[in-house]
Structure formats: C-alpha cells, structure tokens
C-alpha cells in the first residue's frame, strides 16, 4: 500500500512563488544598467523643468488679480498655468520629473536639490489652494474678496520662482 503525497496550497504557493523570485531575480541581473535607460526621462525631465520656469516668468509677468477676481472662477486660470486642473501645463505632475531630475546626472546635491524640491512643491500646493479659495464663498456673514486669495496664491508663485531660481543655482546643468 503506497500513499501518495498531495502537494497542499501552501506548498504550491510557496513553489511558485520561489520560481517568481528567480525569474524576477534574473531578469533584474541580466536588465541593462538603469542610468542607460534612465538618459532620455532625464532630459525629458529637463525639458519640463525648463518650460516650467518659463511658466511662472509668464504667469506673473502676466499676472491679472483684478481681472480673474472679479470672474467666476478667476483662480481656475492660475490653477491651469500651474498644473494642478488639467493637464496642459508644464507644471503638471512636476514632482514626478523633479524626482528624476534628483536621481539624473544633471544634479550634483542629491540631499539639497529634494529639500529644495520640497520648498517648490510645497508652494506650489499653498498657491494652488489659495487660487482655488478665490473661488469659494467663505462661509456666511462678511465674505472674503476672491482678490485677496489670488494676492496670496501671487505671493506663493512668487516664492515658487525664487525657489525655482534657487534650483537653477545650485544646479546649473538644469538650463544648459
């Protein structure tokens, strides 16, 4: 009387994933190395930081807060040239290609280019919401003027660009 083992769940399981690891071990070791694939997101990246300090020049140069105050969502117009509603500008997803600019060739201070990163991403969100504030009533009683949200979204563009400049700076392979 011979028995026969049935392989259990688990041990199907644990099979194949052990043969998974390999294949994925393999397929790691034998990949070309990443900064030959990582040339052209680089300079891809490159190309969307430049356009995006253009953006910023533009949008204050530009700048209308009368304008856009006294339109129905006058600050969806900064909102746009910023990236945060739709997709049009340069400024869209920016985190994603500042992230591949930190780990490029063309940033030299890995450490001081993310806390710089930061400070830009970070300003960007509080110029975002501000815009975005001018928009809204405010609760009841005496309301807010959109005019002055889109003063404050100005100011945080405006430290966007000294931040972006002091980016520009630190690393100047970014505008070459």
């Known amino acids: 009387l011979e028995l026969e083992i049935l392989p259990s769940p688990r041990r199907r399981f644990l099979s194949q994933i052990s043969k998974i690891t390999a294949t994925v071990a393999t397929a790691t070791i034998m990949s070309p190395h990443p900064s030959w694939a990582a040339a052209a997101p680089a300079e ?22 009368e304008e856009w105050a006294a339109e129905i969502g006058g600050g969806d117009k900064i909102r746009m040239k910023l990236g945060t509603q739709g997709a049009t500008s340069p400024l869209y997803q920016i985190e994603k290609a500042l992230k591949v600019l930190r ?16 400070e830009f991403t970070g300003a960007l969100y509080r110029a975002d919401s501000l815009a975005s504030s001018s928009n809204n009533k405010t609760g ?24 972006a400049k002091k980016l520009n700076g630190m690393e100047p392979l970014l505008m070459h």
Do not use: H, Y
Request: hydrophobic letters at 40%; glycine letters at 4%.
């Open 140 to 163: 009841s009683g005496k309301q807010t003027p959109p005019a002055v949200f889109i003063g404050q979204a100005k100011t945080e563009v405006v430290e966007m660009q000294r931040i």
């Open 103 to 118: 780990d490029s060739e063309f940033v030299a201070d890995f450490v001081e280019f993310q806390e710089t990163a930061d």
């Open 44 to 65: 891809s990246a490159r190309t969307q930081w430049r356009q995006t300090v253009a953006t910023l020049d533009d949008l204050l140069q530009n700048w209308s807060t």
